[in-house]
């Protein structure tokens, strides 16, 4: 067992200001004057909030700048040449590798995360038994979801089929597909359902990663998941599409999502990266707007992506800093706007991965993390740094406010 410890002068997100003790692994007392005993450590006003979900990683080719130069920064080109670095990836490179990711995403306040992993002819099984390990590896500090993901298509390599099918049957959580890098767009998308039947898991889709508003798989998506009994059980990444659509065809289309329970991951960084024109002076962000078709009823979550390789050559695995960048693209502003991004990394992705997240309550787990911010808004306006990651009770990080020092 871990010793107690009081946290004081922790701000909840109404203002108020108190003192929590930590206990046997769970919240013991909340309240003011909290009695004395256990070492005490003082939170200066941080913000109580749950730890963030990530929706939407790729562990497994993060980190490749070095093995892959970009030169045209599209897809097209991330596609080639993240498919051509894979063939030489070893178990002990991905995991290696994915570390370094889950500790930053760790310290960064995240605690679930569902990252998506290639089985292929190329990949083999190699990345799957790398985060299977990391999976068990990092389990006192994050729950891992392993997504065994279709990148390259299904058939045209029915290969690929098989590998994920076995993956499942070895301990993958759901199934990902991604159909437009597919030649049968529609039958991939009944094929991947097809895996999902069989093992009875979830289903996550990258689609329609381009801004030409014609050819949009989100119907064929929309009409499976109702035929197959899959509602609440299906989540879309990317749909840039839907910033091309006409404000009635974006409408008209997140509704239908919201009345089948397809989820949304909007992914800000990649997103606006490889979807802006660099022959277009206007530079179109290639997004789809979040906070917008949150507001038709879909569930929608802000996520990372993919860390330092062809298809995002940047990043630190920071959700706050995502919903930081996704506010100034979409041009939020207001408090209500704010807040509304903070539940795009909190609330909504643990609904999307249907995570059991411990209510902020007495005799409620102890996983949460403080932050350096006022309110959620506060916090998504200045992408406030994360002061302490409390998980099993214990404190993980402690990271108080260093002083300024001046003249």
Known sequence: MHAPFILDNVRLADGEVLSIRIEDGVIAAMGQGLAEGPERFDAQGALLSQGFTDAHVHLDKALLLEQCPICEGTLPEAVRLTAAAKRSFTEEDVHARASRVIEMAVRAGTQRMRSFVEVDPRAGLRSFAALKRLKADWADLIDLQLCIFAQEGLTQEMETYALIDRALAEGGDLVG???????????????????????????????????????????????????????????????????????????????????????????????????????????????????????????????????????????????????????????????????????????????????????????????????????????????????????????????????????
Not at 390 to 400: E, T
């Open 177 to 407: 597909g991604c159909p437009y890098t597919d030649a049968d767009p529609v039958a991939h998308v009944s094929l991947i359902f097809d895996l999902a039947e069989q093992h009875d898991v979830d289903v996550d889709f990258h689609a329609d990663f381009d801004l030409d508003p014609e050819g949009s798989i989100l119907p064929e998506i929309i009409a499976q998941t109702l035929a197959r009994g899959w509602r609440g059980r299906v989540a879309v990444g990317h749909a840039t599409k839907f910033a091309a659509f006409s404000p009635e065809r974006r409408e008209a289309l997140a509704r239908q999502m919201a009345g089948a329970g397809i989820a949304l991951v909007v992914l800000p960084a990649t997103d606006s990266f490889l979807n802006g024109d660099r022959r277009d002076p206007l530079r179109p962000r290639g997004l789809a707007p979040a906070h917008q078709i949150a507001g038709f009823g879909t569930t929608v979550a802000l996520a990372t992506n993919n860390v330092q390789n062809p298809f995002t050559p940047h990043g630190d695995a920071a959700l706050l800093r995502m919903a930081n960048l996704y506010a100034s693209l979409d041009q939020l502003a207001s408090e209500g706007e704010m807040a509304a991004a903070f539940g795009m990394i909190t609330t909504a992705p643990a609904q999307i991965l249907r995570a059991s997240v411990p209510m902020l309550a007495v005799g409620a787990a102890a996983d949460f993390v403080l932050l350096g911010a006022e309110s959620p808004a506060h916090a998504v306006r200045t992408n406030a740094p994360v002061r302490a990651v409390v998980r099993g009770g214990v404190l993980r990080l402690w990271a108080p406010a260093p002083p300024l020092v001046r003249g």
